[in-house]
T-cell receptor, first 113, second 115 residues
Framework: SQQGEEDPQALSIQEGENATMNCSYK?????LQWYRQNSGRGLVHLIL?????REKHSGRLRVTLDTSKKSSSLLITASRAADTASYFC?????????????FGKGTKLSVKP | DAGVIQSPRHEVTEMGQEVTLRCKPI?????LFWYRQTMMRGLELLIY????????DSGMPEDRFSAKMPNASFSTLKIQPSEPRDSAVYFC?????????????FGNGTRLTVT
């Protein structure tokens, strides 16, 4: 069963602007992960945020987690054309084992130079 | 570290033929996952292994699909017989400790086209 759902489905911005993508999920989690996928390539892990964390940074990326609202956001600051990709959130599945990840359908980000 | 290696990168086959996809996980990782990605359904988990043992294969579409992990450094996903609706990109991923503890590392996928 799908756990995470990203919003918006597509986002188009100019280079230098900030991009914000949101993820909502349905049940309790122990962590939430964000991945990037460039066209024709595999997914690349960006950030893992645990349920007891509220915010995490990695370079130009900032992830927040609000467990009371069951939502997370990924902010990319000062975007570059190279950030053009699809971005996915993922969590362990509801009611299932904690070993695997269930992915949302992603946000397709286009950064125009 | 070479990362997760999948082969072949592209596979084109005719309906009814057997297809075998291969994966070499990152050395030392104890979890291995097979996902399928399509435009319509997104990323779907097919099966995953822990220490070479299948843990959850509930995502395998039907009996035409089978997966094996004979040792810690190799896994296969087989489709027999293949059908046009199996056309998708198939990803293998591995992790240390499972998704509840650590991130997944993905290969670059096998793009399968069944005509």
């Amino acid at each position: 069963s799908q756990q995470g759902e990203e919003d918006p489905q597509a986002l188009s911005i100019q280079e230098g602007e900030n991009a914000t993508m949101n993820c909502s999920y349905k049940t309790s989690i122990n962590n939430l992960q964000w991945y990037r996928q460039n066209s024709g390539r595999g997914l690349v892990h960006l950030i893992l945020i645990r349920s007891n964390e509220r915010e995490k940074h990695s370079g130009r990326l900032r992830v927040t987690l609000d467990t009371s609202k069951k939502s997370s956001s990924l902010l990319i600051t000062a975007s570059r054309a190279a950030d053009t990709a699809s971005y996915f959130c993922a969590t362990p599945p509801y009611g299932g084992s904690q070993g695997n990840l269930i992915f949302g359908k992603g946000t397709k980000l286009s950064v125009k130079p | 570290d070479a990362g997760v290696i999948q082969s072949p990168r592209h596979e084109v086959t005719e309906m009814g033929q057997e297809v075998t996809l291969r994966c070499k996980p990152i050395s030392g990782h104890d979890y291995l996952f097979w996902y399928r990605q399509t435009m319509m359904r997104g990323l779907e988990l097919l099966i995953y292994f822990n220490n070479n043992v299948p843990i959850d294969d509930s995502g395998m579409p039907e009996d035409r699909f089978s997966a094996k992990m004979p040792n810690a450094s190799f896994s296969t996903l087989k489709i027999q017989p293949s059908e046009p609706r199996d056309s998708a990109v198939y990803f293998c991923a591995s992790s240390l400790g499972g998704a509840s503890q650590s991130p997944l590392h993905f290969g670059n996928g096998t793009r399968l086209t069944v005509t």
